[in-house]
Structures are given as C-alpha cells and as structure tokens.
C-alpha cells in the first residue's frame, strides 16, 4: 500500500525564517508532487520532480530517490506563504497518493 | 487559460439530504478527477474519468454516490442520501491526459451535513 507521510504536520515560522517540511514515500514512484492549498479549499501545483532539486523563486523542493524522501525548502519566509502544502507520490498508473498536509503559518 | 470550474462553492444540507456537485474542466483536458478531502486529511481520490468513461471508481461509495461525464466534458458529482461523515471539501482536478501526472485543481466545494 503506497504511503506519503509528512512532518511536520503543523509549522509556525517567524517573518524571514528558513523552512523544511519533509516527505517519505513507501514505494518506488515517478514524480513525487509538492502543492499549495490556501484557505478555501484550492489547490496549485508548486513542483513535480523525480531526481535532484528544483528551485522557482523562494521555494526548493529536493528528492532522494535512494531514501524515498522528499523535502520542501522555502527562503525568506513570509506571511503570505501561510498556507497547507501537501506532498503526493505518483505512482506508475498515474495516480496520486497523498499526504496529510503540513499546515505552516508565518507570523510577521 | 481559464481554469478548473466547481459549484457550488459552499453547501450546507442536513443528513439524509441530496446534493449535487458541478465541474468544468480545463478545455481540452481528457482526464477529470473527484476527490474528497476531510479535515486534517490529503484528498481522496472518489472517481476518475478519461473522456466519458471511468478508469477508477475503486474508492467511491456507490450505495450512495454517483458521478457522471455523459459528453466528455464537465461532470457532476452526486450524493444521495448524505450522511454527516460526508462533511468535507470536494475538489475537482483535470489533467491533459492518464499518461500525465500534472493535474490542475479547481476551488473545491465545501460540504457541511448537520
């Protein structure tokens, strides 16, 4: 049974701090998914990678494939980042298996 | 690019009642998704549909959910009679096709049964 576990499950950061919010899978994948949710329910994709490190603006996301883990990094924290990021694991049907959800909240 | 569409936005209904979701995915998207999302949770995957047809209906609770796609293009997602467990957000997602993992999500409808 695929399994995506996350931790933590709740984060509360100061304005500019450095954030981690990790991920493991239990089985091998083919893209491992970091998404956004805001309050109010919608969900956007923030990356989709299946080996090393991608970087958009303040945000890093890195994969060890060997360790099935995953990490989302952001830089420079800030309030608007206040939201649910949720990591899933795509399977080789193409679906998505997701995690609970890391509700992180950056106080000013 | 207009997005993925759902209403309505918010539901309330007491238990026992019908209801009925709406979804208009990405123009051109074959694949569209339901999914069920409680509290604290990730979502769940309810039913998935390429084109008209369902690929995975495995987790949808057919005794009192039905979902269709008669055209191929929007869907409604149905619940009849619901129950109080049923309070959650519904999210509908769409994607080009099965053979891809990106899936662009909608707002979601938020569900209270009382």
């Known amino acids: 049974k695929n399994e995506v576990e996350q931790s933590p499950q709740n984060l509360t950061a100061q304005e500019g701090e450095f954030i981690t919010i990790n991920c493991s899978y239990s089985?091998?994948?083919?893209?491992l998914h970091w998404l956004q949710q805001h309050p109010g329910g919608g969900i956007v994709s923030l990356f989709m990678l299946s080996s090393g490190k991608k970087k958009h603006g303040r945000l890093i996301a890195t994969i060890n494939i060997q360790e099935k883990h995953s990490s989302l990094h952001i830089t420079a924290s800030h309030p608007r980042d206040s939201a649910v990021y949720i990591c899933?694991?795509?399977?080789?049907?193409?679906?998505?298996?997701f995690g609970k959800g890391t509700l992180l909240t950056v106080n000013p | 690019e207009a997005g993925v569409a759902q209403s309505p936005r918010y539901k309330i209904i007491e238990k026992r009642q019908s209801v009925a979701f709406w979804c208009n995915p990405i123009?051109?998207?074959?694949?569209l998704y339901w999914y069920q999302q409680i509290l604290g949770q990730g979502p769940k995957l309810l039913i998935q549909f390429q084109n008209n047809g369902v690929v995975d209906d495995s987790q949808l609770p057919k005794d009192r959910f039905s979902a269709e796609r008669l055209k191929g293009v929007d869907s409604t997602l149905k619940i009849q009679p619901a129950k109080l467990e049923d309070s959650a957000v519904y999210l509908c997602?769409?994607?080009f096709g099965t053979g891809s993992y990106e899936q662009y999500f909608g707002p979601g409808t938020r569900l209270t049964v009382t």
């Open positions: 123009s051109g998207h074959a694949t």
């Open positions: 089985v091998g994948i083919s893209a």
């Open positions: 899933a694991e795509g399977g080789s049907n193409y679906k998505l298996t």
């Open positions: 997602a769409s994607s």
